[in-house]
């Protein structure tokens, strides 16, 4: 059964850092890894999609990498801002179609 | 394109009642759509997968008699909570796979029982 971990928990760094979230997964045969954001009591908003043949994606100040065989990925997030604050989410998609989301990491970044 | 449409986005209701939870996709055909819920700090967890016409397959623990889902159309699933109480609390999204096998997620509902 297909596992998503995510550390840490939490997170607060100050504002302009540079940051890493990390995820690691059980079962290796994934179709894709997706990292979301989720603000509070809101709904998912897709940040990156890795598909199970590529390494890492990047969009603006964000870079998420895919270690498959590992299964670990990474989030990088460059020169945070305070509009950064969210829980992140890392999500499998395994090839039964099912995704399996990990608990987050909640982000403040302090002003 | 893939706009899917949750409403509503907040619910309060009374314990003992139900609550109806409408997940659309308004310029694409649905062949599935996935029911998940997220209880405060907890992991999104897939609750059931409903294709259009036939039954939801609902995951391990998840009572199929107190969450009802409908999959009348390709457009339209509900998640009905029957005789809610406080701990179905929760934060319910909808998940809708086109025929493309895309996907896109709803903007979630979040149902408080008091």
């Known amino acids: 059964k297909q596992e998503v971990t995510q550390i840490p928990a939490a997170l607060s760094v100050p504002e302009g850092e540079n940051l890493v979230l990390n995820c690691s997964f059980t079962?290796?045969?994934?179709?894709?890894l997706q990292w979301f954001r989720q603000d509070p009591g809101k709904g998912l908003t897709s940040l990156l999609l890795i598909q199970s043949s590529q390494r890492e994606q990047t969009s603006g100040r964000l870079n998420a990498s895919l270690d498959k065989s590992s299964g670990r990925s990474t989030l990088y997030i460059a020169a945070s801002q305070p509009g950064d604050s969210a829980t992140y989410l890392c999500?499998?998609?395994?090839?039964?179609?099912?995704?399996?989301f990990g608990k987050g990491t909640r982000l403040h970044i302090l002003p | 394109g893939a706009v899917v449409s949750q409403h509503p986005s907040r619910v309060i209701c009374k314990s003992g009642t139900s609550v109806k939870i409408e997940c659309r996709s308004l310029?694409?055909?649905?062949?599935?759509m996935f029911w998940y819920r997220q209880f405060p700090k907890q992991s999104l967890m897939l609750m059931a997968t409903?294709?259009?016409?036939?039954?939801?397959?609902?995951e391990q623990g998840v009572e199929k008699d107190k969450f009802l889902i409908n999959h009348a159309s390709l457009t339209l699933s509900t998640l009905t909570v029957t005789s809610a109480h406080p701990e179905d609390s929760s934060f319910y999204i909808c998940?809708?796979?086109?025929?493309?096998?895309?996907?896109?997620f709803g903007s979630g509902t979040r149902l408080t029982v008091v």
């Open positions: 998940r809708v796979r086109g025929a493309d096998y895309g996907y896109t």
């Open positions: 409903s294709n259009e016409g036939s039954k939801a397959t609902y």
């Open positions: 079962d290796s045969a994934i179709y894709n």
């Open positions: 310029d694409f055909q649905a062949t599935t």
């Open positions: 999500a499998v998609h395994d090839r039964d179609d099912k995704i399996i």
